[in-house]
């Protein structure tokens, strides 16, 4: 390492260090301030048990209506709609063509202000409600794919906007947990839908003449629209205009975002903030990234097809769909959880995807049941579990503007949405069981995501040094890893891993033995701990 960068680092360090004597907080390397505030800490409180759970419920009900048709699939849906070859393929991919159109100017309007939100995503999960319903009454293979498309419309403004949310209301390092804890529900949603359709075939198939994958529609439809009018009440606005808060708890919450955001600018209005997206060079790293994350996690639609390929009944194979799905939950609230408290990226992602690439090079190699079985363990929980700390990477990355921010958001998720336009066409029959294609191209999309975190990494390191060179003074900095190195560096780490160990014991033996065994995860992947203990490298600040 040169001496200019370690005199950037040691300089940068110390900058933090007097700051945290003079404002009489914690901050970390990126100038991240832990809450010690009490006011702070209820009102943190008072939006998790507000925000989180409608949200959540809210995103369980999007990816249990936009999946119902995988398993819709092992009850005769193809054969009732007279599909052929690839058309179940192509009613997948355009369910994701709608987000091409309505995630930017979506959140280009939510960004604005002149809609609430609360009522804008309520009437969204409204809409989409119904059109999911309607795909009780299709008959044909026109019918599916139009009523697919509709859904995308309807369904896409919901994650962006959810992103954006919490962009508003939390800083850097809480907003990774959030995001994880909502990705969860993707994941449950996921895990328990073999439970309800085996429950809804097995018990209201051919119920007035109506086969049990039509009533499977028609139930979830109908929930979710119950549940998006209760949304309208219980979400947020923006911190400023929130009615459930107090005049004292608005405002603070509108601080503690302004403090925590890097380059913090004036809002200049929807256009200007998709222009400075748009110029910002690291947008289409991001974009890169996730496009390559979600391509590996291309097997979410097909996952009961893949469970299906190992032999098991239609009824065996909807509820081993099940525990990979709870543990990859897990796993991502884990990682999310640990990516939030260290303020670190680049590991978590690199860890993640690499389980995630060794479960897709099982999947290739052998046949035998248990170790396929145990594949899907793997790749599903580590393809799953970057997904917060990617989102949430790009929320502190490129928050310099409410617009900027909400707009960069919808922008990743378009083009990482577009691969779920072309990778159902890596899953054709004929590739069963294996699906040698697919899993082969996963297992390049994970090792793609892996070299995009370290570019962006290394992007980082020399964007914070020209900032200290260029004179600028404030303690805030771009969050990757930590910059202290060695056993310093590791010793750090440790106690941070320790300090939450210590508060999940005290709320659960669940979370507390997780965040336990991660503690060594971390250890023995820690490239500082192995270059101590070869006493053969030193590494950059990352």
């Known amino acids: 390492m040169s001496d200019d960068k370690k005199h950037v680092d040691a300089a940068h360090i110390e900058q933090v260090d007097v700051l945290k004597e003079s404002l009489g907080q914690d901050l970390d390397y990126s100038g991240a301030v832990s809450k010690s505030d009490p006011k702070e800490i209820a009102l943190v409180r008072k939006l998790d048990f507000r925000i989180m759970p409608t949200l959540w419920i809210m995103y369980f009900l999007n990816y249990l209506d936009r999946n119902t048709i995988a398993q819709a699939r092992l009850d005769n849906l193809e054969s009732d709609l007279g599909l052929e070859g690839n058309q179940y393929n192509t009613c997948i991919s355009i369910l994701f063509v709608g987000y091409l159109f309505m995630q930017i100017p979506s959140n280009m309007i939510m960004a604005t202000g002149k809609v609430p939100p609360s009522t804008y995503m309520g009437v969204c999960m409204m809409l989409w409600a119904v059109v999911s319903a309607c795909t009780a009454l299709v008959h044909d293979y026109k019918g599916l794919v139009l009523v697919r498309f509709f859904l995308d419309i309807a369904e896409a403004p919901y994650y962006p906007g959810a992103l954006f949310m919490l962009s508003l209301f939390y800083t850097r390092k809480e907003l990774a947990t959030r995001l994880a804890i909502l990705y969860s529900g993707n994941i449950i949603a996921t895990s328990v839908s073999g439970l309800i359709a085996v429950a809804t075939f097995n018990t209201l198939s051919d119920v007035h003449g109506i086969s049990g994958w039509r009533w499977l529609f028609i139930i979830e439809g109908s929930v979710t629209f119950?549940?998006?009018?209760?949304?309208?009440?219980?979400?947020?606005?923006?911190?400023?205009?929130?009615?459930?808060?107090?005049?004292?708890?608005?405002?603070?919450?509108?601080?503690?975002?302004?403090?925590?955001?890097?380059?913090?600018?004036?809002?200049?209005?929807?256009?200007?903030?998709f222009m400075q997206a748009v110029r910002d060079p690291r947008l289409y790293l991001f974009c890169l990234m996730q496009n390559l994350h979600l391509s590996a996690c291309g097997f979410n639609n097909f996952f009961p097809t893949v469970i299906g390929s190992l032999g098991f009944s239609r009824t065996i194979t909807l509820v081993l769909t099940c525990p990979p799905y709870l543990v990859s939950g897990v796993a991502g609230v884990v990682v999310g959880l640990t990516s939030g408290k260290l303020n670190e990226r680049t590991w978590h992602i690199t860890v993640s995807m690499g389980i995630a690439a060794v479960g897709f090079i099982i999947s290739c190699i052998t046949l035998n049941t248990g170790a396929r079985y145990l594949s899907c363990f793997l790749f599903a929980s580590g393809a799953y579990a970057v997904n917060s700390v990617i989102l949430g990477w790009v929320s502190a990355t490129l928050g310099q503007t409410r617009e900027k921010k909400a707009i960069s958001l919808s922008i990743v998720n378009v083009v990482a949405n577009a691969s779920y336009i072309y990778t159902p066409y890596l899953y054709p029959k004929t590739d069963g069981p294996r699906y040698l294609t697919a899993m082969s191209a996963n297992t390049a999309f994970a090792v793609g995501t892996i070299a995009c975190a370290w570019g962006l990494r290394i992007w980082l390191v020399r964007t914070n040094k020209k900032n200290r060179d260029d004179g600028i003074t404030s303690a805030l900095a771009y969050a990757y890893c930590?910059?202290?190195?060695?056993?310093?560096?590791?010793?750090?780490?440790?106690?941070?891993v320790e300090e939450m160990f210590s508060s999940a014991s005290g709320q659960g033996g669940l979370l507390g033995a997780f965040v336990y065994h991660l503690h060594y995860m971390f250890q023995f992947c820690s490239i500082e701990f192995l270059a101590d203990i070869l006493g053969a490298m030193r590494v950059g600040p990352a």
């Open 226 to 273: 119950g549940i998006a009018m209760i949304s309208i009440f219980l979400l947020p606005n923006h911190p400023l205009k929130t009615t459930w808060l107090t005049p004292e708890e608005r405002e603070l919450a509108h601080q503690r975002i302004v403090r925590d955001t890097v380059g913090m600018q004036e809002n200049k209005g929807a256009r200007a903030g």
């Open 482 to 496: 930590s910059p202290k190195r060695g056993a310093v560096g590791w010793r750090a780490t440790q106690k941070g």
